[in-house]
T-cell receptor, first 117, second 113 residues
Framework: AQKITQTQPGMFVQEKEAVTLDCTYDTSDPSYGLFWYKQPSSGEMIFLIYQGSYDQQNATEGRYSLNFQKARKSANLVISASQLGDSAMYFCAMREGGSNSGYALNFGKGTSLLVTP | DSGVTQTPKHLITATGQRVTLRCSPRSGDLSVYWYQQSLDQGLQFLIQYYNGEERAKGNILERFSAQQFPDLHSELNLSSLELGDSALYFC????????????FGSGTRLTVV
């Protein structure tokens, strides 16, 4: 079963606007971590933001914030004031403890974001 | 530069061949994770090593194997290559086997022809 679901294969946003990328997750582990990574066309994976399951506040890192709704099992990424350089693939990922895959990350299929002038 | 070094950056080889991908983790990191990124499967976890020992296995084929050496660098060996093995292979490292700070290398793009 898919543990991380990103329902938006592609998104468009105009420069300087805010955009929300959706992510829902499935786990029965009370201790987990949620991550967002950016993958530009050059291919590298760039860490953006992390949210722990016990964190009381939503994580923020500069223009990135994570809208964490634990009861709904969602961890949406909000990018404020979009820039042309934000055009990339964005992946949501989850780390669980105690699973067969250890503490490795489980990735969603990704959302392709295109920022237009 | 993330501090995780993967070589080579690009590799083109024929079906049936064997290749070795190399990863040097960030200084101080004991855990190495290997991932495969393909168009149809997305990003899949293959295997994790921690301080020289295999710690967890994901969707790794029997034709694939890995190891982590005493100096903590890791190698992923892919044998009897098929066209479907063409993918971007990432290595990531973290300090411990239960930490949540993962640093990714820039990947090795493997093309099987």
């Amino acid at each position: 079963a898919q543990k991380i679901t990103q329902t938006q294969p592609g998104m468009f946003v105009q420069e300087k606007e805010a955009v929300t990328l959706d992510c829902t997750y499935d786990t029965s582990d009370p201790s987990y971590g949620l991550f967002w990574y950016k993958q530009p066309s050059s291919g590298e994976m760039i860490f953006l933001i992390y949210q722990g399951s016990y964190d009381q506040q939503n994580a923020t890192e500069g223009r990135y914030s994570l809208n964490f709704q634990k009861a709904r099992k969602s961890a949406n990424l909000v990018i404020s004031a979009s820039q042309l350089g934000d055009s990339a693939m964005y992946f949501c990922a989850m780390r669980e403890g105690g699973s067969n895959s250890g503490y490795a990350l489980n990735f969603g299929k990704g959302t392709s974001l295109l920022v237009t002038p | 530069d993330s501090g995780v070094t993967q070589t080579p950056k690009h590799l083109i080889t024929a079906t049936g061949q064997r290749v070795t991908l190399r990863c040097s983790p960030r200084s101080g990191d004991l855990s190495v994770y290997w991932y495969q990124q393909s168009l149809d499967q997305g990003l899949q976890f293959l295997i994790q090593y921690y301080n020289g020992e295999e710690r967890a296995k994901g969707n790794i084929l029997e034709r694939f194997s890995a190891q982590q050496f005493p100096d903590l660098h890791s190698e992923l060996n892919l044998s009897s290559l098929e066209l479907g093995d063409s993918a971007l292979y990432f290595c990531a490292s973290s300090v411990g086997d239960r930490s949540y700070g993962y640093t990714f290398g820039s990947g090795t793009r493997l093309t099987v022809v």
